[in-house]
């Protein structure tokens, strides 16, 4: 068996998948919480609701109205969306002219809302989603045998991201909602509807969780606490990356989460804490985070 | 902004707080008390950060729950007296809190909220893994001992009047700063931080001092309810707490000396009352932060001030 620094290969291989799925999630929900910061300058607590609220709607669809995995992927993070666009239209716009600290403790309180609700009808122990026919089985790389579903959530992300990215970067939408972040103000007396700009952005954002949230159903169990260690993480991603950066979201995204899963095989013990270490060494060397602009 | 009260009427409400104080094992559960006064103590010292100062940490649970760990296995496994471990606890709280502190100060607003709550993460993963905290089940079964020998803190009453002065000199203490030329710092750190800078304030030491001083004294709250409960668990560390203080302060009113009290009072007394109804507590929790911060910003005593104000105008 091929060893490398004394770890066998397949080992290696199989922490570096995980660490890259883990990698995904983190990257696909930070950059929803970089979108909606970059222009609604909220720090979305409530991301991690959102997401297991997308497994949730995914588990829903299949329990009580039948709809599979493939459409639950288009429908559950509408869902999400919508449920997003009320929150911001309803409340969180009132909190708009405030300390941003306020947009932060309100989302804390819907975060722990959304999770009481769930945990109060599903209880903790989670429930099981299995992946789609098409999706199941493995596929001999030769050096490792890759599950299809997982290496689906890999592609899925990676799209999504790029996409995501492509869109506010390269087309006329994305200029506006960049241009709303830089003069909100401006953008309106040119005419561009900054308040529907800033729910749909909102939602756009939460909707991203959602998917996120789908596509983990079937990695992890669909459980009411699924989102909330998770948010830690994704925060701590966010600083390092650099809160306003789009692409610094997507990268570290996915750098952590390789960091985390070689962690696993080398120093088990410090696996859960990498990423936060890696956070204060970055907060002492580039305060902005590694994208990020100094301000 | 100087002081709206005079001297006098401080006394006053400071004499009404501490016969309140001595008469209220009469009527309330000692235990309830006790534990209103650890987390009236422990709002009031994140407010010293967050109501004076303008920081809000999302990390001040690493401080209580570490705090109480250290103060458990000083009793537990050291054998020392209570006001020993409890100045162990405190010892480590504020080690802990110029660490946090001096990592999170570097940046501002809300990402200092975030870093906060995630050096806090860190610790608790800490805890988590290291041996002396006995994972999942905590430190406990430890004799509470006698207070520098002598006082038997086993004794309910002796207990109660412990907790209740080690609050209010906590209290007072925290006054003191507030009303002190540092406190005055502090303030105009969280009205206007870049004037402060220019008025040639080292900005960032004021600020981690703050912190320490706000890590300690949540440490001491910590300490105190180690003892209170005879044991030191991942809860008291985990980062709900953290939120539960910041909804305690909120509630009462941020900024003002008795908002926390009052909000600990009002949390706990709700947690109390739906731990026996099956309603789960994360949603009244979670409905009050959302309440809080769309209707009454102020919290209870800002609203009622507030109110006393434009009466008089």
């Known amino acids: 068996m091929t060893m490398i620094f004394g770890v066998p290969l397949p080992a290696l291989m199989g922490q570096l998948l995980i660490g890259l799925i883990n990698g995904s999630f983190y990257a696909l929900l930070s950059l929803g919480l970089a979108v ?20 949730f709607a995914a588990w829903m669809l299949l329990a009580y109205a039948g709809i599979g995995y493939w459409g639950a992927l288009i429908l559950a993070p509408l869902i999400v969306g919508i449920v997003g666009m009320a929150i911001e239209r309803l409340m969180l716009r009132r909190l708009y002219g405030l300390d941003h600290l306020y947009g ?66 390269k087309t006329s939408i994305g200029a506006y909602l960049r241009a709303a972040t ?11 509807n900054v308040p529907v700009l800033l729910t749909v952005t909102y939602g756009f954002g939460c909707a991203l969780a959602g998917i996120a949230g789908v596509l983990a159903a079937p990695v992890f169990q669909v459980s009411p606490l699924m989102g909330s260690n998770l948010i830690i993480i ?33 120093y088990p013990e410090a696996a859960n804490i990498v990423v936060f270490v890696i956070m204060a060494i970055v907060l002492l060397l580039r305060p902005a985070g590694l994208f990020g602009k100094e301000t | ?61 690493a401080f209580f729950g570490g705090a109480a760990y250290v103060t458990a296995h000083a009793m537990k496994v050291w054998q020392v007296t209570p006001e020993v471990a409890i100045l162990a606890g405190v010892g480590a709280a504020i080690v802990l809190g110029l660490i946090i502190g001096a990592i999170a100060i570097r940046r501002q607003g809300i990402y200092f909220a975030m870093i906060t709550l995630a050096l806090a993460q860190m610790f608790y993963f800490f805890c988590l893994q290291v041996p002396f905290t006995n994972g999942e089940d905590g430190i406990q079964g430890f004799s509470r001992g006698k207070l520098f020998g002598l006082i038997d803190l086993n004794d309910t009453m002796n207990l109660y009047y412990f907790i209740a002065v080690m609050t209010v000199l906590s209290l007072m203490l925290i006054w003191r700063i507030v009303h002190s030329p540092f406190g005055q710092i502090l303030k105009a750190i969280r009205e206007n931080e870049p004037r402060t800078i220019s008025l040639g304030y080292s900005v960032q030491r004021y600020k981690l001092a703050a912190f320490v001083m706000s890590a300690g004294l949540a440490g001491l709250a910590g300490s105190l309810k180690a003892l209170l409960f005879q044991f030191a668990t991942l809860t008291d560390v985990a980062w709900n707490m953290s939120g539960e203080v910041i909804l305690m ?31 789960p507590v994360t949603i009244v929790l979670g409905a009050t932060f959302m309440i809080c911060v769309l209707l009454f910003r102020r919290g209870v005593v800002g609203e009622v001030r507030h109110w006393l104000d434009n009466r008089k105008a």
Do not use: D
């Open chain 1, 36 to 55: 909606i910061f970059g222009l609604l300058r909220v720090i979305n607590f409530a991301h991690g609701a959102f997401y297991m609220l997308g497994a």
């Open chain 1, 104 to 169: 932060l403790l309100f989302t804390f309180g819907l975060a722990l809302l959304l999770e009481g609700t769930f945990r109060h009808f599903f209880g903790t122990s989670g429930q099981p989603y299995t992946a789609p026919e098409a999706l199941r089985g493995a596929t001999n790389l030769g050096f490792m045998v890759l599950p299809n579903y997982r290496g689906w959530v890999v592609v899925a992300s990676l799209v999504i991201c790029l996409g995501t990215w492509a869109v506010i970067e």
């Open chain 1, 182 to 192: 830089e003069n909100a103000t401006l953008v309106q007396a040119f005419g561009v």
């Open chain 1, 234 to 266: 994704v925060f701590a991603v966010v600083v390092i990356g650099g809160m306003g950066s789009i692409l610094g979201a997507i990268v570290t995204g996915y750098m952590l989460g390789i960091i985390e899963g070689l962690c696993k095989v080398f």
């Open chain 2, 1 to 61: 902004m100087p002081s709206r009260r005079s001297p006098r009427s401080g006394f006053i409400l400071l004499a009404l707080v501490v016969a309140a104080l001595l008469v209220a094992p009469m009527w309330v559960y000692p235990i309830f008390m006790m534990k209103l006064l650890c987390f009236a103590l422990f709002a009031a010292a994140f407010n010293l950060l967050l109501g004076y100062t303008g920081l809000l940490s999302f990390g001040h649970a």
């Open chain 2, 249 to 279: 302060a909120l509630l009462g009113g941020i900024g003002t000396m008795a908002g926390p009290v009052v909000g600990a009072g009002i949390l706990v007394g709700l947690q109390n009352f739906f731990a026996t109804s099956g309603f």
